[in-house]
Nanobody, 121 residues
Framework: QVHLVESGGRAVQAGDSLSLSCKASGRAFGTSSVAWFRQSPGKEREFVAM???????ALYADAVKGRFTISRDSEATVYLNMNNLKPEDTAIYYC???????????????WGQGTQVTVSS
């Protein structure tokens, strides 16, 4: 069983940068795609970014394109580097893994507990 644990979330000011990490235990990510989603109060969980298991494909939501970068440095750790943060980026950020190259939350079968990012203006 793979467990995902996010870390790095905290309160920052608009324009700041922040890096989130997602570490997998157990069998690590193996050949899975990895993704970041986020959820704000009163809103549905939304796609942020994903990367295929070999890193050949990376997808980003339009709202974060050019500001956020997803990367993976091993079979067990995925990062989300966030630059020029905006108040609308405030959310709980979740790491997920799955077997498809997709931006659909339902296609990911393993999820972390989330880490809170708060951006103040």
């Amino acid at each position: 069983q793979v467990h995902l644990v996010e870390s790095g979330g905290r309160a920052v000011q608009a324009g700041d940068s922040l890096s989130l990490s997602c570490k997998a235990s157990g069998r690590a990510f193996g050949t899975s795609s990895v993704a970041w989603f986020r959820q704000s109060p009163g809103k549905e969980r939304e796609f942020v970014a994903m990367m295929s298991w070999r890193g050949r494909t990376a997808l980003y939501a339009d709202a974060v394109k050019g500001r956020f970068t997803i990367s993976r440095d091993s079979e067990a750790t995925v990062y989300l580097n966030m630059n020029n943060l905006k108040p609308e980026d405030t959310a709980i950020y979740y790491c997920a893994s799955g077997n498809s190259v997709t931006d659909k939350a339902g296609d990911y079968n393993r999820w972390g507990q989330g880490t809170q990012v708060t951006v103040s203006s």
